[in-house]
């Protein structure tokens, strides 16, 4: 339980977003349904998809059924569902 909330509420608190982390009526709804007997990080792969033609590094995991992004089925089993319920996070630059 410890681990789960230093991977969620702790840095969406330090990034400023009160409104994620946790699971509470009222909140965003980002949630990871996974098994944990199963879960397991796949090799990383590049990939051009990004609209300038730039590569990435991909990486997904085994046991991971379903994310949701605000309260939508965004992938299930690794594969998008069409959703377009996410946006796009801009940080500070250092």
């Not at 409104?19 to 009526?25: K, N, P």
């Not at 709804?29 to 730039?54: Q, Y």
């Amino acid at each position: 339980e410890e681990a789960v909330r230093e991977l969620t509420c702790v840095p969406a608190t330090h990034w400023g977003m009160h409104d994620r982390g946790l699971i509470r009526e009222g909140l965003n709804a980002d949630l990871v349904v996974f098994d944990p007997e199963t879960v397991a990080p796949r090799m990383p792969e590049v990939v051009n998809d990004l609209p300038s033609g730039a590569k990435r590094l991909k990486q997904v995991a085994d046991g991971i059924r379903h994310s949701i992004v605000n309260g939508e089925v965004f992938l299930t089993d690794n594969e998008h569902t069409g959703s377009a319920s996410g946006r796009l996070f801009r940080g500070r630059v250092s």
